[in-house]
């Protein structure tokens, strides 16, 4: 059975840094696009940072230059380190793996919270 886990969420202050870390059981990581997605309260899960199956990373515009996703295909993980931490930066983050010409299944993980006081 596919599972994500997600772990590094936590507190920190603005200016700060967290890494995140997403362990895959039950699949092959890296035939699947492996992103990182974040919620905040009241709003909609939005794309944060993916790598697709061929090609460079994609970010979203607001964590340009502060995250980077990274992977490790012998420990089936992907990660992400996060930067100069923003309070609007504040939300649960979501390890995904998504569909490519490979694999028409999606997978979630649990999420971790990220805080970021000021």
């Known amino acids: 059975q596919a599972q994500l886990v997600e772990s590094g969420g936590g507190s920190v202050r603005a200016g700060g840094s967290l890494r995140l870390s997403c362990s895959a059981s039950?699949?092959?990581?890296?035939?699947?696009?492996r992103g990182w997605y974040r919620q905040a309260p009241g709003k909609q899960r939005e794309l944060v940072a993916s790598i697709p199956l061929f090609g460079t990373p994609n970010y979203a515009n607001f964590v340009k230059g502060r995250f980077t996703i990274s992977t490790d295909n012998a420990k089936n993980a992907v990660y992400l380190q996060m930067d100069a931490l923003e309070p609007e930066d504040t939300a649960v983050y979501y390890c995904?793996?998504?569909?490519?010409?490979?694999?028409?299944?999606?997978?979630w993980g649990q999420g971790t919270q990220v805080t970021v006081s000021a």
């Open positions: 039950g699949i092959t990581f890296s035939i699947y696009t």
């Open positions: 995904n793996a998504g569909r490519t010409a490979y694999t028409t299944n999606t997978y």
